[in-house]
C-alpha cells in the first residue's frame, strides 16, 4: 500500500504542477521545468557517486580476498611442493634400503650355505677322524 500511497502522492504533484503552469507565462513553465531539471541532475549526481562509493567498496573486498586467496594458495603450493621432495626423498631411501637389504640377505645366504658344506663335510670327517684316533691310540699302545 506505501507503493500506492507513493504514486497518490506523485500524481497529485504532477497535477498541482499541472495546474500552477496553466497560471503561467511558457517563459516561467520553462523556468520552473529547467529547476525541477536541475534538482533531479543533482540528485542523480548524489546517487551516482553513493553507487560509485558502493562499487568501490566491494570492489576493495573482493580484491583483498582475492589477494588472500592467492597468498593461500601460494603457501599451499610451496607445502606441496615439499611434500612431494620429501616423498620423493624417502621413497629414494626405501629403494636403498631395499638394496641395502637384498645385498645382506644374499651374504647371509651365502654364509648360511657355506655353513650347511662345512657341516655336511665335518658330519662326514668326525667318524673318519674318530676312527683314526683310535688307530693311532692303538698303534701308541703296541
Not at 500506492?4 to 502522492?9: D, K, S, T
Not at 624417502?90 to 631395499?98: S, V, Y
Amino acid at each position: 500500500s506505501s507503493g500506492i500511497n507513493a504514486e497518490y502522492g506523485e500524481a497529485k504533484l504532477c497535477t498541482k504542477k499541472v495546474n500552477i503552469e496553466k497560471t503561467l507565462e511558457p517563459v516561467e513553465v520553462h523556468k520552473l521545468q529547467i529547476e525541477e531539471l536541475k534538482k533531479e541532475v543533482e540528485f542523480n549526481k548524489n546517487e551516482r557517486e553513493e553507487v560509485k562509493k558502493i562499487y568501490q567498496t566491494e570492489m576493495n573486498k573482493l580484491d583483498n580476498a582475492k589477494a588472500k586467496l592467492a597468498f593461500q594458495k601460494k603457501t599451499w603450493e610451496k607445502k606441496l611442493q615439499a611434500a612431494r621432495e620429501e616423498h620423493l626423498k624417502l621413497n629414494a631411501n626405501c629403494i636403498n634400503i631395499r638394496e641395502s637389504s637384498r645385498k645382506q640377505l644374499f651374504d647371509k645366504e651365502l654364509l648360511l650355505n657355506r655353513l650347511v658344506l662345512d657341516t655336511k663335510r665335518c658330519t662326514k670327517s668326525i667318524p673318519e677322524l674318530e676312527a683314526s684316533m683310535a688307530v693311532l691310540e692303538k698303534m701308541v699302545k703296541e
